[in-house]
């Protein structure tokens, strides 16, 4: 019985070295590999500028679907995040307070429309009083 439980004990040590080896071997390789390729960064303006123009364009097309169907309620909700994504808080007001008149009982969008106008407003302030 010893000899049986003693040639597990020295299969396992054997295999845990084994196993150890490899992972060491391959930690240094990828590290070599690391070194010797570094990772070339990409230009982060351009995808900041693909962003932009990706969104003017989503912008677009939510205005002309309106234009045909004005009371859209998936093309309001989809020109009201377009527009909070570019930063125009004064062109939310108008389809936020659409989607308010199509839905009166939804507090969620009376918060969001008290929140960008406070915005506006905050940001209206700044311009004129510069600290």
Request: hydrophobic share 35%; no cysteine.
């Amino acid at each position: 019985m010893p000899k049986k439980t003693e040639s597990k004990s020295s299969l396992k040590k054997i295999l845990v070295l084994v196993f150890g080896v490899a992972f060491v071997s391959s930690s240094v390789l990828f590290i070599v590999r690391l070194l010797t390729n570094p990772v070339e960064n990409s230009p982060v303006p351009e995808q900041t500028q693909t962003l932009s123009e990706h969104l003017k364009s989503q912008e677009e097309g939510y205005l002309i679907v309106l234009e045909r169907e004005p009371d859209n309620t998936s093309a309001l909700q989809g020109l009201v995040d377009i527009r909070i994504q570019l930063n125009d808080l004064e062109g939310t007001i108008a389809p936020l307070e659409k989607l308010i008149s199509i839905y009166p009982d939804d507090e969620n969008l009376k918060l969001l429309l008290a929140t960008v106008q406070q915005e506006l407003a905050n940001q209206q302030q700044n311009q004129t009083n510069p600290d």
